[in-house]
């Protein structure tokens, strides 16, 4: 089945720096890619779709300049957590289009020191 | 706007035991899907149902779509600790995405 490999699997970062998160499709050419975070022993919230060559879309309460989306070709797409924050520790997993079987990526747990 | 209920939000069992989770939705849905999650681990799609009073069987699992196709369920027969996990639910929304219901958290005691 199709692959969607994520990475970084961890990440520590100090407060105040970036991080990106990349998911890239293996085997197949995605179109869009979406962006998820689960809180501890919590369900998985959509942030953002993001759309190859143009701007990603996002949820309501997502602010855009603080995740920043990029979806440069039909095999990257990236997340980058701008300024991070200690509440912004969390678990942070990417997911294929339902074309390809509802891959996720294997997710980055990001910790904000 | 749609939403997906899922309970119980924990479940623990004595390995050999039944598990049952439950899915409901304030609207109809086209179709449903069921993940698992291990600790500390992502996803990974289990099944989707489609039609009305749809049951598939993966091995001990058995997935039930409703015949409103408005609830869902999953269950577990004689749970092995391997079956540990979170359990989803998820609907479709717009833009391809799903909404994903809380979860069960399912430990099983050897």
């Known amino acids: 089945g199709a692959v969607v490999s994520q990475h970084p699997s961890r990440v520590i970062c100090k407060s105040g720096t970036s991080v990106k998160i990349e998911c890239r499709s293996l085997?197949?050419?995605?179109?869009?890619m979406f962006w998820y975070r689960q809180f501890p022993k919590k369900s998985l919230m959509l942030m953002a779709t993001s759309n190859e060559g143009s701007k990603a879309t996002y949820e309501q309460g997502v602010e855009k300049d603080k995740f920043l989306i990029n979806h440069a070709s039909l095999t990257l797409s990236t997340l980058t957590v701008t300024s991070a924050h200690p509440e912004d520790s969390s678990f942070y997993i990417c997911?294929?289009?339902?074309?390809?079987?509802?891959?996720f990526g294997s997710g980055t747990r990001l910790t904000v020191v | 706007g749609q939403q997906v209920m899922q309970i119980p939000q924990y479940q623990h069992v004595q390995e050999g035991e039944d598990f049952t989770t439950y899915c409901n939705s304030s609207?109809?849905?086209?179709?449903i899907q069921w993940y698992k999650q291990r600790p500390g681990g992502h996803p990974v799609f289990l099944i989707q149902l489609v039609k009305s009073g749809e049951v598939k069987k993966q091995k001990r699992l058995t997935f039930q779509f409703g015949e409103a196709k408005k609830n869902s369920s999953l269950h577990i027969t004689a749970t092995q600790t391997t079956d540990v996990g979170t359990y989803f639910c998820?609907?479709?929304?717009?833009?391809?995405?799903?909404?994903f219901g809380a979860g069960t958290r399912l430990t099983v005691k050897p």
């Open positions: 609207t109809t849905l086209s179709n």
């Open positions: 997911r294929g289009p339902r074309e390809i079987g509802y891959t």
């Open positions: 998820a609907g479709p929304r717009h833009n391809n995405d799903m909404r």
């Open positions: 085997d197949f050419q995605a179109t869009t």
